[in-house]
């Protein structure tokens, strides 16, 4: 319990933080400028030495993990996604990985059945709940270009309809907004609900749920609730993107909290498990071609090893191997 309680009241009082400074204290160029500086850089340094840094690593051997045919004769077809032997079939298994969650939707769930026997059956639900969570944060993210630019981009309008196909209320009701909340909660109950998921999960499993979920809380008030002035928001993040160190204009309490806990984010980023967004394209089982029967990989560590062959061996020893009366090749 402890560990779902602790990121719980960390992610409040994250929250808290920016609302009583603002509110109280009227400390709005700490959290409107100085915050979200802090934040983006620290992210975009932070993710680039965390690339940099693996991708330094040395990969000496041909290890990706395959499941489909590997090529070998004209006649035995094959898979060229599954098992990849070029770096063009490599990339294309990486991308379908990433924007589909290829090797999740394969996923399967293992039970004791009543008669003792252990059971593998087909679950799909990680993988629909995982593609909703991130499609739709994707989406709201795209969204929000609207803020950073004098003249929104074509696409946030396509987004923008697209989203917002459902107008029932007014302001328009954006379905990734109700989908984010559906599969953030999905996947928060889907750690409660099995023994095995609560003894596996980490309190670094549930804050980094807990803080996008309160983020698009904070996100959903804003627009649907509490209804934020838009104008010195869309301001003050043209003022950010252009350097500019001017104090914010009247802003609502409301949206520091949310620029807070979304730098929070961007500072958390780099350093948890939320790098498996840049992971996914460095992993070395996932990236490389299957081409291990096509080209021979020579371990580049390997010493170099003067090695004896028999008949150098037999040169060498020819004398004693004849007193002790052992066979030899050449007399
Ligand atoms: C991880 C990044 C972020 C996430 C997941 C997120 C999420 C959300 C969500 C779900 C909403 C509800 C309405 C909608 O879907 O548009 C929202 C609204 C809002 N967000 Fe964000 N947000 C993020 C970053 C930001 C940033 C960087 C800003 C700075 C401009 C921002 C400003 C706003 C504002 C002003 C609203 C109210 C929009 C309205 O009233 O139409 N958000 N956010």
């Known amino acids: 319990m402890k560990k779902i309680l602790m990121p719980f009241v960390m992610v409040i009082v994250l929250a808290l933080i920016p609302y009583l400074a603002v509110h109280y204290a009227g400390l709005t160029y700490l959290f409107g400028v100085i915050v979200p500086y802090t934040a983006a850089a620290v992210l975009v340094l932070g993710v680039l030495w965390r690339l940099f840094n693996w991708m330094r690593r040395p990969v000496p051997f041909c290890i ?12 035995i077809k094959h898979n060229p996604i599954e098992n990849p032997t070029n770096s063009w079939q490599a990339g294309i298994r990486v991308l379908t990985e990433v924007l589909f969650f290829r090797s999740l939707f394969r996923n399967t769930k293992a039970e004791w059945h ?8 087909s679950h799909k639900w990680l993988w629909l709940g995982g593609l909703v969570f991130h499609w739709s944060l994707l989406i ?4 929000h270009a609207r803020f950073f630019f004098v003249m929104v981009p074509g696409f946030v309008d396509i987004l923008d309809y697209a989203d917002g196909f459902f107008d029932i209320i007014l302001p328009t009701f954006y379905v990734t907004d109700a989908l984010a909340l559906a599969a953030v909660t999905f996947l928060f109950v889907r750690r409660l609900r099995d023994a095995k998921m609560r003894i596996l999960s980490l309190p670094t499993d549930y804050f980094p749920l807990f803080l ?5 809380v904070v996100g959903v008030l804003m627009r649907y ?8 928001v869309k301001d003050q993040m043209l003022r950010l993107v252009n ?3 001017d104090a914010p204009g009247e802003i609502g309490t409301l949206f520091y909290v949310h620029i807070f806990l979304v730098s929070v984010l961007a500072i958390y980023f780099p350093f948890s498990k939320l790098m498996h967004a840049g992971a996914i394209f460095l992993s070395p089982t996932r990236n490389l071609a299957n081409n291990s029967r096509i080209k021979r990989h020579i371990n580049p560590w390997n010493k170099d090893i003067k ?9 060498d020893y020819r004398d004693k191997m004849k007193k002790a009366n052992l066979p030899l090749e050449k007399q």
């Open 225 to 232: 609730v509490v209804r934020l002035n838009i104008m010195p």
């Open 307 to 315: 090695f004896k062959t028999y008949s150098e061996y037999e040169d």
């Open 140 to 143: 709201i993210v795209l969204r």
């Open 114 to 121: 009543k008669d003792a026997n252990l059971a593998y059956g």
């Open 243 to 245: 350097f500019s160190f």
């Open 64 to 75: 990706p993990t395959t499941c489909g045919q590997e090529k070998s004769f004209a006649w």
């Open 212 to 216: 996008i979920g309160a983020i698009v």
